[in-house]
């Protein structure tokens, strides 16, 4: 089962769940930040960060979701495949430990960390009230008609990431709206790989807005 670091509701009572997958070569210890960041806003909130189930093949002292050796999109879908399993459980045993479902949930990702909390959270049996997506893309966007739930959809990218360009982002959302979801987009044009007080910003209003805090 994944573990990795929480933190608990300011309020001291947890009403949502906060779900934030890391990317590629890092740890559930970079992105708990991110709830750090959100704590104030969403005092009633509960934050975990999983670490990823595997080391990282090509940076050892991180974790992966699934393994990336050559970089395309069949790669993306079959690793988005192989790990769903492990998330969905993860997230079922994390909501029934607080006595939630599913509308408590926001379900939120960086990189590889995007790609997987997509793939998993249009893929459930009930929808979350947020799925967040920062600098990520979307793997198989032509298996689209499988999906079970449409969840509010907010996606994050900054104009000068060469890590994963910014297309993926209006890519995606393209896809996903053609889908019947809806969707919101943030470009941030002068950042890379990475997320800055904006696109804190716009995940922290996403998430009020998913749990009807605002």
Not at 11 to 30: E, K, N
Not at 99 to 113: I, P, R, W
Not at 167 to 178: I, K, P, S, V
């Amino acid at each position: 089962m994944l573990d990795g670091p929480r933190l608990q509701p300011l309020s001291g009572r947890a009403r949502q769940l906060v779900v934030i997958l890391h990317g590629y070569g890092a740890d559930g210890g970079d992105l708990i930040a991110l709830g750090q960041a959100w704590r104030q806003a969403l005092p009633d909130a509960a934050f975990v960060a999983p670490n990823a189930p595997e080391p990282c093949d090509h940076m050892p002292s991180g974790r992966q979701w699934f393994p990336l050796d050559l970089r395309n999109p069949r790669e993306y879908w079959s690793g988005c495949l192989g790990i769903r399993a492990t998330v969905d459980a993860f997230l079922d045993a994390e909501l029934q430990r607080l006595s939630f479902d599913d509308s408590a949930l926001g379900l939120v990702g960086f990189s590889q960390g995007a790609m997987t909390a997509l793939h998993v959270g249009l893929r459930r049996k009930a929808p979350a009230a947020a799925l967040i997506g920062y600098s990520g893309r979307l793997a198989g966007p032509e298996n689209l008609s499988e999906i079970t739930v449409r969840p509010p959809v907010t996606l994050v990218h900054g104009g000068l990431d060469d890590v994963i360009p910014p297309g993926h982002m209006e890519a995606a959302a393209t896809a996903l709206r053609g889908a019947g979801l809806a969707v919101a987009t943030h470009f941030i044009p002068d950042i890379g790989h990475e997320i800055d007080a904006r696109g804190l910003g716009f995940g922290r209003a996403a998430l009020a807005g998913g749990f009807g805090l605002t």
